[in-house]
């Protein structure tokens, strides 16, 4: 059999529309929207309305995706969700957006890998393109960041926002789509970035509630020193192994945690500013959604042929890069 790609054919994206600007946050902690500006980039985000879950966020992609290529959800084989707050501890969210959009023959299931996640799912979903198996499977990030956030904690709470982005994959002889991935773990991260109650290790119960041990609990200074290194080396590792000079590269599309940490790695590849996707003043952190939030936005200054490098960095620790070559 010829050896299958799985291209990117069509992208969609979902925000709520409440913003949480860094007014609102001034009224709530002990922040000001300078320091939030100079030190993460960020100027406001989104948050999805009570009483709605990470699902709601995801099925419009799937519903938008088949919309764009005029077939139905019930054409759609499987459907990967990268998600680190589910709509439960199960079933699993991807279950529930398949239910919502319809996609009544897709096999799904979730991928966590926190900030990395979309990287490791659409490496997961290219592959299953690439067995030869499968020639419509959907890779979404999302994340509902706002229900695991401490609004009284401004280490945290400025950080991030609600949203979702996806993909459809489809095979194609021509080397183009998902060309290359580099995936790595670390598990040295566990200590600086994570939920401390609710799993296995330590179930939930009153104590864990009252400790406000439910909340993201990020060592801040630790992370990004680690991100800073980690996302610039594997995006420059990429560049290397493909032989891809900054001329060639078209733009890169890096999770967005930190502008600082987004300036270090286009640096690092030798690339001026203007090639790098950035939204996170908009929408700050959301997770495994900020990569496909980014290619949807910048989807019509795409051409067919450009190369993209994707990055991405998060708890774990989770990173890599995915060479995406465009070819909607
Ligand atoms: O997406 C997954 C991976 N996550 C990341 O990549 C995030 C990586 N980390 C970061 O982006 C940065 O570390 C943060 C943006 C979270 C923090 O920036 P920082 O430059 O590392 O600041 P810091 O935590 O060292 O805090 C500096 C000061 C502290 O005050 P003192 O101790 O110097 O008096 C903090 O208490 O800034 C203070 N501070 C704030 N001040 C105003 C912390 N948060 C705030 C705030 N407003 N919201």
Not at 268 to 279: A, Q, S
Request: neutral net charge; hydrophobic residues 40%.
């Amino acid at each position: 059999m010829e050896k299958l790609y799985a291209r990117v054919s069509a992208i969609s994206g979902y925000v709520p529309e409440k913003k949480l600007t860094n007014a609102d946050l001034e009224k709530m902690v002990d922040t000001n929207d300078e320091w939030i500006k100079t030190r993460t980039g960020i100027k406001e985000r989104r948050i999805l309305e009570d009483g709605k879950a990470t699902s709601d966020l995801a099925f419009p992609v799937v519903i938008d995706l088949c919309k764009q290529k005029g077939i139905s959800p019930e054409d759609i084989e499987c459907i990967i969700v990268a998600t680190t707050t589910p709509d439960m501890f199960f079933p699993s969210t991807s279950n529930l957006v398949a239910y919502k959009s319809g996609a009544k023959n897709a096999w799904t299931f979730d991928l966590m890998a926190a900030c990395s996640g979309f990287l490791f799912a659409l490496n997961t979903g290219a592959n299953l393109i690439a067995s030869g198996r499968y020639k419509k499977v959907i890779v979404i990030g999302a994340d509902k960041m706002s229900s695991i956030v401490d609004y009284t904690d401004r280490n945290t709470c400025v950080l991030f926002g609600d949203g979702a982005g996806g993909v459809l994959l489809e095979p194609t002889t021509k080397v183009t789509g998902i060309v290359d991935s580099i995936l790595r773990v670390d598990g040295v991260g566990k200590d600086f970035l994570y939920m401390k109650a609710g799993g296995s290790q330590r179930p939930s119960s009153i104590e864990t509630v009252t400790n406000k041990e439910h909340f993201i609990f990020q060592e801040g200074t630790t992370v990004f020193k680690y991100a800073v290194k980690a996302m610039a080396d594997v995006s420059y590792e990429m560049m290397q192994k493909h032989n891809l000079q900054a001329d060639d590269v078209k733009y890169l599309v890096p999770h967005q945690a930190n502008l600082r940490i987004i300036k270090a790695t286009a640096d690092r590849m030798g690339l001026d500013m203007d090639k790098v996707m950035i939204n996170i003043e908009k929408y700050g952190n959301t997770t495994a959604a900020t990569i496909p939030l980014c290619l949807w936005e910048w989807k019509d200054k795409l051409k067919n042929g450009d190369n993209l490098i994707l990055a991405s960095f998060g708890a774990g620790f989770t990173w890599g890069s995915i060479f995406l070559k465009w070819d909607l």
